[in-house]
Structures are given as structure tokens and as C-alpha cells.
T-cell receptor
């Protein structure tokens, strides 16, 4: 099946710094990528949807200037958490879909902001 | 907006028992419904996908049913094993808009050896 990777798998950073998370589709072209956030013991909440070569569409309540999403190629999307704060600590999961529209999920990135 | 609820939130069963996990959704206008497994601190593994025109799907010891009109789906796990211990999430995809999924709150399953 299709494989999606995320890097890094976990990251610890100081408050005020920026963190970039990569999401890659390894064996297919992802026309659409999704970014989800999951707080402890809660379900996944969609943050934004990005199509290759165009601006991301953010869900209500998600600050686009804080969570910068770039989908520059058909195999790579990045999420940058700018000026991270402790409340941004969460599990970030991306998914990717191609022509068949089935979403394939990455293994997730755990972010801890001190 | 679509809301997805899963009951129970947590479940413990002895090994070998059959069990049922429940998922309900408020908007019956769905494209498909999917069940996922999530191990602690890990991503999602897709288990079963049911198209809106289907009533059920089976894979090994897993059987998922869909009653779109009542907004319900069940995941049946036969002869449970300790390796089945994980959080199970259901997610629905709507008919309109982007291909985004609405996730339930999950059921945390523990199978006791």
C-alpha cells in the first residue's frame, strides 16, 4: 500500500521558536495533503487541507499565520509551527491522497514545547 | 457540521471474547465510513472502508456494518487477542467539500490475556 512518512517523529523545542514538520508520500503523487492535530485522549481534528501548488485551506479557528503550510511538490508538504508555545504541544498527523482519493496517514510527529 | 461519536470510550475484555464497537454520526449524507486502529503514540492504520452504498465489509476477524439512514456503524471483532489492544477510530467522509474526514472520539480497547 501507499506509504506516507513524517519527519521528525518527535521534537522538543523552546517556547518562541519555530518548528517545521515534513510529510512525504513515498510511492505515489499526493495531489492533496491534510494536516491533523490530536491532543491527548482526544480524536483527530483537521487543521488544514493543501493542494499542490496552491494555498492551504484552513479550518475555522486555526491561525494560518501561526501554522504555515507549504505544498510545493506532489510528494512533500510541510507544516511550520511559528513562535511555538506550550499550548501547541500536540501530536500532528498528516495524510495524503492521490487520484483515488483514499487518504494514507503518516506515523505522526509529537511536538513538545517547553 | 458532521459530528461523530463513539461508544464506549473505553472497553476491557478477556482474551477470546467477541466484541462490538459503536460509531454514530449526525449527518447521513456521507461518501464513505472508515475504521482505523491507532496504537499509542502512533499514526493510523486503516482497517475497513465502507462505501455509502455498502452495508458491510469484512477483513479477517473484523466485520464493519453501516446503516446510513440511522447514522450508525459497528465494528465487530471476533475472538479478541491481546494484540488487538489499541484505540479504534471511525471517520466519515462527507459528500461535499474537500476529501476531509470527520473523526470520532475513539474507543480504547484493552484485551486482557
Amino acid at each position: 500500500g501507499a506509504v506516507v512518512s513524517q519527519h521528525p517523529s518527535w521534537v522538543i523545542c523552546k517556547s518562541g521558536t519555530s518548528v517545521k514538520i515534513e510529510c512525504r508520500s513515498l510511492d505515489f503523487q499526493a495531489t492533496t495533503m491534510f494536516w491533523y492535530r490530536q491532543f491527548p485522549k482526544q480524536s483527530l481534528m483537521l487543521m488544514a487541507t493543501s493542494n499542490e501548488g496552491s494555498k492551504a485551506t484552513y479550518e475555522q479557528g486555526v491561525e494560518k499565520d501561526k501554522f504555515l503550510i507549504n505544498h510545493a511538490s506532489l510528494t512533500l508538504s510541510t507544516l511550520t509551527v511559528t513562535s511555538a508555545h506550550p499550548e501547541d504541544s500536540s501530536f500532528y498527523i498528516c495524510s495524503a491522497s492521490g487520484q483515488l482519493e483514499t487518504q494514507y496517514f503518516g506515523p505522526g510527529t509529537r511536538l513538545l514545547v517547553l | 457540521k458532521q459530528e461523530v461519536t463513539q461508544i464506549p470510550a473505553a472497553l476491557s475484555v478477556p482474551e477470546g471474547e467477541n466484541l462490538v464497537l459503536n460509531c454514530s454520526f449526525t449527518d447521513s449524507a456521507i461518501y464513505n465510513l472508515q475504521w482505523f486502529r491507532q496504537d499509542p503514540g502512533k499514526g493510523l492504520t486503516s482497517l475497513l472502508l465502507i462505501q455509502s452504498s455498502q452495508r458491510e465489509q469484512t477483513s479477517g476477524r473484523l466485520n464493519a456494518s453501516l446503516d446510513k439512514s440511522s447514522g450508525r456503524s459497528t465494528l465487530y471483532i471476533a475472538a479478541s487477542q491481546p494484540g488487538d489492544s489499541a484505540t479504534y477510530l471511525c471517520a466519515v467522509r462527507g459528500l461535499t467539500g474537500a476529501n476531509n474526514l470527520f473523526f470520532g472520539t475513539g474507543t480504547r480497547l484493552t484485551v486482557i490475556p
